[in-house]
């Protein structure tokens, strides 16, 4: 069982990962559009913050979830 933690702990640091870097990258987006004012790049980098930010916040709850569970289990 600690091979299925592991595992899970993996793929929920690289999800992880990767909604970071989108909120780094909507960042940057939301501020160019801020700069130039165009409204196209304000509402994606806003768009991308959000969803970024919330994938972010609900991978690292789930997977802590998840392990506390199978902790749990297995005790």
């Keep these: 069982m600690d091979n299925v933690t592991k ?3 993996a ?3 690289g999800i992880s ?3 970071a870097i989108g909120v ?3 960042w940057l987006k939301l501020k160019e559009g801020l700069e130039s004012e165009d409204a ?4 994606k980098g806003a768009l ?3 969803l970024n930010g919330a994938t972010l916040v609900l991978i690292g709850g789930l997977t802590a ?3 506390a569970k ?5 005790g």
């Design 17 to 19: 990962a990767a909604a």
């Design 11 to 13: 793929l929920g640091v």
């Design 7 to 9: 595992v899970i702990t």
């Design 70 to 74: 199978l902790t749990g289990i297995v």
């Design 24 to 26: 780094m990258m909507s």
């Design 40 to 43: 196209r790049n304000i509402n």
């Design 48 to 50: 991308g913050l959000a």
């Design 65 to 67: 979830f998840v392990i």
